[in-house]
């Protein structure tokens, strides 16, 4: 998969369990679990938002394009 996501490595940057970081921005953490395995077809972009503003980072810190 060409698209990485290192939402892990920015929970722990902040220190934020997974749990936490769905209850805070209102998703399942189910869905937060899919998004997080890459297994996610496709994420929106107010979430992306709301992962952004609470974890206080960018998008590119979240989102990684690997060839």
């Given at each position: 998969?060409?698209?990485?996501?290192?939402?892990?490595?920015?929970?722990?940057?902040?220190?934020?369990?997974?749990n936490?970081?769905?209850?805070?921005?209102?998703?399942?953490?189910?869905?937060?679990?899919?998004?997080?395995?890459?297994k996610?077809?496709?994420?929106?972009?107010?979430?992306?938002?709301?992962?952004?503003?609470?974890?206080?980072?960018q998008?590119?810190?979240?989102?990684?394009?690997?060839?």
């Amino acid at each position: 998969m060409p698209i990485l996501i290192n939402l892990d490595v920015m929970l722990s940057k902040r220190k934020m369990k997974s749990n936490e970081l769905a209850e805070k921005i209102g998703i399942t953490t189910a869905n937060l679990s899919i998004l997080k395995t890459g297994k996610a077809k496709a994420i929106r972009f107010t979430t992306l938002e709301a992962i952004c503003k609470e974890l206080d980072c960018q998008p590119a810190d979240i989102l990684e394009f690997k060839e």
